[in-house]
């Protein structure tokens, strides 16, 4: 099990980040991956936070050329940091994993579960799902960062926090029908995270102080049960493999965790699960339930339903036991209201 060893969360904790990450700084400085946006916002509070230690890497796009600088700007620091949303924790994680430096995120808004997962997820690889890294040594959350995030975003991470309900399903699929190790403990921590959106809609749905805590705290934790499952298993299932397909077809439409949270309303039918509680926690929290709502048209779902379980034949779900035809795909996508 490779698990974050420190986590720190509350309000206004980025004045500490000198002191977080102290163990890994010393003399030889500290390389920041943020993007312009996130750069703007905090750089003033992480450069007093450091003492000027600091040196920026701007992160344009998660991909490798942006890993490759990161890397290259690296050389004689004692870690790396990634401020932000998704792309440059993605990013940093994986320059610091390849250079072999601590690594340490700072999220800035709570749109997914890569802030405190061993995985990052970039373009330019051979595949169109995560790359196995290592766990962010620290993570510092600071609440009032991330709650004055755009409110999408949050919902975004709900989106992401639901789907941990079929990825589990899958899962315990895959233990029964091909002998796949599952790890029950790993799995109920992933739950327990789920349904923090799902039984706690309305109170996360408010996206106060609070409701944005247990929202950062769960996700962290399904990162935390990859890191103790040693596999995405626990927080990806077949949701993740239709949103991974959306993702080539329909590059620029909809986040990570919006794709996957109408992937999971969906998936839930065909697992036989509680579909309609899955939409109303959507709803509730103001993601999106339908392909219209970000931008895809019908086909795009209908033909990402049929061809999802391609991306990735060795990852047994629901998707494999239960092939989907155009016709199949599309009484599934329009039944459940998401076309
Ligand atoms: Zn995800």
């Known amino acids: ?188 921590l992933a739950l327990m995270s789920a349904n923090v959106v799902l039984l706690g809609a309305k109170k996360i749905g408010i996206f106060g102080k609070s409701s944005v805590r247990d929202l950062v705290e769960a996700l962290i934790s399904t990162g935390v049960a990859a890191g103790i499952a040693g596999s995405s298993r626990p927080c990806s299932g077949s949701e993740h493999l239709f949103s991974h397909y959306l993702d080539m077809l329909a590059p620029d439409s909809g986040l990570h965790g919006e794709k996957c949270g109408i992937g999971t309303i969906m998936m839930a039918k065909l697992h036989g699960l509680d579909w309609r509680g899955v939409r109303s926690a959507l709803r509730t929290v103001g993601a999106p339930v339908s392909a219209s709502q970000i931008g895809v048209e019908d086909e795009q779902v209908v033909e990402s339903l049929v061809k999802a379980s391609s991306i990735r034949p060795e990852r047994y779900t629901i998707l494999s036991k239960r092939t989907l035809s155009n016709r199949r795909a599309e009484n599934l996508a329009r039944s459940t209201g998401v076309i």
């Open 1 to 188: 099990m490779e698990l974050p060893t420190k986590v720190l969360i509350g309000d206004g904790v980025l004045s500490r980040l000198g002191e977080f990450i102290s163990e890994s700084s010393s003399e030889k400085g500290v390389v920041i991956a943020a993007g312009s946006n996130v750069a703007s916002k905090v750089r003033d509070s992480v450069d007093s936070a450091l003492g000027g230690k600091g040196r920026w890497v701007e992160v344009k796009a998660a991909d490798m050329e942006n890993v490759e600088r990161v890397k290259k700007a690296s050389y004689g620091s004692g870690c790396i940091v990634g401020i932000g949303g998704g792309k440059s924790v993605d990013v940093g994680k994986l320059a610091a994993f390849q250079v072999r430096l601590p690594f340490y995120s700072v999220p800035t808004s709570a749109s997914h579960d890569g802030i405190s997962s061993p995985f990052a997820s970039l373009k330019g690889l051979d595949r169109p799902y995560s790359v196995m890294a290592k766990p962010p040594l620290g993570i510092l959350a600071d609440i009032d960062v991330i709650a004055s995030a755009p409110r999408r975003l949050l919902s975004s991470g709900c989106g992401d926090l639901v789907s941990k309900l079929t990825a589990v399903k899958d899962w315990q699929l895959a233990h029964r029908v091909n002998g796949e190790y599952y790890g029950s403990y790993s799995a109920s």
